[in-house]
């Protein structure tokens, strides 16, 4: 099967799916959610032969836990795919409506955007989610694996386009490439006739490869060189628990902290109360000459630490001496995706959130809560680093265009 | 000045014009306005240079008219600036604010975009247009004009800068691209390190060059094959004056109609109404073989004739059976811009709105309206015949962003 009969194929059923009501898409949501239950042995074998080659292949234990499926993890799969059923739909509706001067009444209406490829890593939880959002905002998708998952995806995949064989809607809606070969990849990121966007999950190196090749409009996402400022009018304690959160609560994900910023005036006391905060989990301390006066078990710190997105139990450190020097710091490392000051000044938050350049600012908070779970979104696709269309986490919302309708009675341009 | 140093220039200016407050940003509008005018005479002299080396170089009578400026369009440019500076300011807007689960104040702020980069052809009043709208909307812009307009535009660039060498903002907020040569419109296009968008605006061969070499974002703009679908419940009159009007009120734009559709039920009556309706402006007839059966004076039309923009007093016809027929060759053909119905049929125009995929579908009115003015946006950079970010008529809500501002007290994730 070419790619280009996938494109084909997904074109013409996103033309019926886009037509499809709420209800019945509820329906078939519910549906595939039973057969992914239902079929929990038959997935628990296709995940084990995905396991078996991996560790004959001597891929690394996280990710080798990233693949690996559970009953607890396959029923978080079905769960995933009810709570989406669950959720409003956007489609058709119409964001608002006016007469123009000429007594045309115009309505901007919510429709899908059609064809959507999604290239994504191990994880085949993925499959679920992300073919669950897509089918629920009326867009056909083509779904593009990890090799590492090629078994469980299939078998996944296969199961959803059972349940649409027996519906009035087209199998097609959601299709598996199955040749996970990197040309085929590529002819992917450049199928420019049928796909209207693609959305790259994973990690840095994968996002890179696809902003390099695709000519199709992508939606970059995830990743995350998030920044924790501490100001000097921080409430040191308060500082400390967000630190350790941002660093240390999950590390391999994309809005985990990276760099940790101080005020000069509060160094010496802030810096080895989050250090102790920081000891239990081993984290390793980089900071710059200033840093490591008061904390001398940090490594120091070179350029590239500013702009590395660990994705680990690795900490960079430096002292600023103004918020304006901190801002200056994040807008020139940054990733655009989640920064935080902890300070009690009025005008200096202010200014934070004002000047720092990203999708996500917090005041007093940890950056972690950047995804479209905790923004109440009920689910998530990514967290965009891009400023057009679709900027942080991205909903059901994320995934749809607009159409202006207009209702005439015979006006014709002056 | 290579194009890495106007990225840069344009970034840093960037910072500071996307915190300027909307009545110093209007005050400077303004006096653009008034600056463009003082200098009528010295900008009809540097035009009259692009128009004689456009006469030495053969080029025609309507791309002569394009470039050619006078004093009223000189005044229209300066009244479109001050129109820009009475419309409201989307940016520091808050679309929607709320507190989620965790008590966060989560709040959804616009934004600009960034650096934008604007490239078009030979019209000078483009420079004028996007400058204004770039600027309202707290974005730094890089202007690549067509090389038939250089002097003109370069000196309108001027004009503009030195309001800026005068204000709290930099000059640099508004650039020009000097170097005219392919090489340069490509680098440009791939500036990845410092535009955050590129409009292009001009025909379908700027488009189509645009949309292959870049690896910016791009927002496609323009290119529009209109389809006017008269169904066999339609008021034949006012279907006539609707063709009419779609076709030859201005045929060089992008929202008049290309191909019209009959129903057979009515083509005996309708074709000659309509083809008489057209004779005063002498458009050429290219039918299908049963259009030809009721205009013999029309020319076969082929399969190309389908898919042409003719951008002329060209018109393409074909009978059809049905709305669907009419529907399927709709979306089999045009470029989802701008399409019309003409019925009196409930359920015709219902399916005829569903099922068109277009960026504005009409029901018994011209094509013709699909613009930011005729809108109520009171201006237009473009419209987008994307799904990404923005579809239609791209007023300033389109050349924002927009940045999640977060509230917490202490916020960890659990």
Chains 1, 2 share one sequence.
């Not at 309505?107 to 939880?125: A, W």
């Not at 002819?187 to 796909?195: A, C, D, S, T, W």
């Not at 710091?329 to 300070?343: D, F, G, M, Q, V």
Request: proline share 3%; net charge negative.
């Amino acid at each position: 099967m070419t790619l280009l009969t996938l494109g084909k194929q997904a074109k013409i059923a996103s033309y019926s799916l886009s037509q499809a009501s709420t209800r019945l898409k509820n329906e078939l949501l519910m549906a595939m959610a039973e057969a992914i239950e239902a079929k929990t042995d038959l997935i628990l074998q296709a995940n084990q032969q995905d396991l078996t080659h991996a560790v004959d292949n001597g891929i690394d234990d996280t990710m080798l836990d990233r693949l690996r499926l559970t009953v607890e993890r396959i029923q978080a799969m079905s769960d995933g795919i009810r709570q989406v059923a669950s959720l409003a739909d956007p489609i058709g509706e119409v964001d608002k409506m006016w007469k123009n001067e000429d007594n045309l009444t115009i309505g901007k209406r919510r429709v899908p955007l059609g064809v959507i490829g999604i290239i994504y890593e191990s994880r085949p939880n993925v499959t679920t989610d992300a073919a669950a959002l897509c089918f629920k905002t009326g867009n056909a998708v083509i779904l593009r694996g990890g090799k590492e998952a090629f078994y469980s995806n299939q078998l996944l995949v296969t199961i959803l386009q059972e349940v649409l064989t027996e519906s009035p809607l087209s199998a097609h809606s959601i299709q598996f490439v199955s040749d996970t070969s990197r040309e085929t990849a590529r002819e992917l990121m450049q199928l420019n006739q049928y796909l209207d966007v693609l959305i790259p999950r994973g990690g840095a190196n994968l996002i890179k490869t696809v902003l390099a090749t695709a000519t199709v409009p992508v939606i970059e996402t995830g990743t995350g060189n998030c920044h924790i400022y501490v100001d000097k009018a921080a409430q040191l304690e308060m500082a400390r628990d967000i630190v350790v959160n941002a660093k240390c609560q999950r590390p391999s994900v994309c809005n985990s902290a990276e760099t940790l910023l101080v005020h000069e005036t509060i160094a010496a006391e802030f810096l080895p109360l989050v250090a102790a905060g920081l000891a239990p989990f081993n984290v390793e301390l980089r900071g710059d000459e200033q840093t490591r006066r008061y904390l001398p078990e940090a490594i120091l710190a070179n350029e590239e630490d500013w702009g590395t997105e660990f994705l680990d139990f690795i900490l960079a450190i430096k002292i600023v001496g103004s918020t304006d020097e901190a801002i200056l710091h994040i807008n020139t490392y940054n990733t655009k995706h989640s920064e935080a000051i902890i300070s009690d000044n009025y005008f200096d938050t202010q200014k934070f959130l004002d000047h720092v350049d990203a999708a996500a600012v917090y005041v007093n908070a940890s950056t972690r809560f950047t995804d479209g779970f905790a923004f109440g979104f009920g689910a998530e696709i990514g967290i965009s680093t891009q400023k057009l269309h679709a900027r942080g986490p991205m909903g059901l919302h994320e995934l749809t265009s607009t159409k202006y309708i207009i209702y005439g009675d015979g006006q014709i341009r002056r």
